[in-house]
């Protein structure tokens, strides 16, 4: 149910008296959905646009002016075929450009976010390295980097790396969320609730974090604590 007088509010109603299960069930929900809508943001941090909400095409590629004209314009033309999800040509475009212009770091990292989009997560990895050879304090490079190893299931590696980023950009919501996901998976709850709430004071808009604390506290049964957490957040933001 939304309210008139506040359109982006939704009111969840029980459909017994004090049975909150099927509450919690259609919240997790529509925060499944949201996360669907924002997911994946690989090559900038996230941060708000100008109406406070997060664009996900515009973070993962944001076009740089400081390329030659062609490599531009081979670049401009993969950010469309991306947001159409052809991915192969998109790649295809992208590794033309990094031919015409080997220097371009941009470029060079927008294939190696291609690849991870792709669920090509070694090669990811690989590009992501090269990146960090030559820009060994490139704090976007990091947090890709430690990403697309928590994707393996490499989680140690991918908290180093991700730590890296977060000391070079204390400002990457989304080094802070995918800290927390790794440190989640391996079962240190207080530590993924603490980065988890790090990414929302950096970025209030991003939903992932919120709904991961959610599914925490949901999972160990502190149902008044995962809608105090939701109540939270929406009080503030």
């Known amino acids: 149910t939304t309210l008139p007088w506040y359109p982006s509010v939704r009111l969840f109603r029980q459909r017994q008296r004090s049975e909150w299960q099927d509450i919690l069930a259609d919240v ?3 925060l499944t959905k949201q996360v669907d809508r924002e997911k994946i943001a690989i090559i900038t941090p996230l941060a708000p646009n100008s109406s406070g909400s997060v664009s996900k095409l515009d973070s993962i590629m944001s076009l740089a002016n400081s390329t030659p004209n062609e490599s531009a314009n081979l670049y401009k033309e993969a950010v469309a075929l991306v ?6 040509n998109a790649l295809v475009l992208l590794q033309r450009g990094v031919e015409i212009n080997p220097t371009d770091a941009k470029i060079s990292l927008a294939i190696a976010n291609v690849h991870h989009l792709k669920g090509d997560f070694s090669g990811a990895i690989a590009c992501y390295r090269r990146i960090i050879l030559d820009a060994p304090n490139h704090s976007v490079a990091y947090s890709n980097l430690g990403n697309s190893l928590r994707e393996l299931g490499r989680y140690d590696e991918a908290i ?3 730590q890296k980023a977060l000391a070079l950009d204390p400002s990457c919501a989304e080094a802070a969320h995918n800290l927390g996901l ?3 998976a391996l079962g240190k709850t207080n ?3 603490d980065n988890f709430k790090r990414a929302l004071s950096v970025c209030p808009p991003y939903v992932a974090p919120l709904r991961a604390m959610f599914e925490i506290y949901r999972q160990s049964g502190d149902i ?3 809608i105090s957490v939701l109540q939270e957040h929406i009080s503030k933001y």
């Open 28 to 30: 997790q929900l529509e």
């Open 191 to 193: 530590e993924a609730i």
């Open 224 to 226: 008044r604590v995962a």
């Open 160 to 162: 180093d790396h991700l």
């Open 83 to 88: 947001k159409r999800g052809d991915l192969i």
């Open 182 to 184: 790794c440190y989640k």
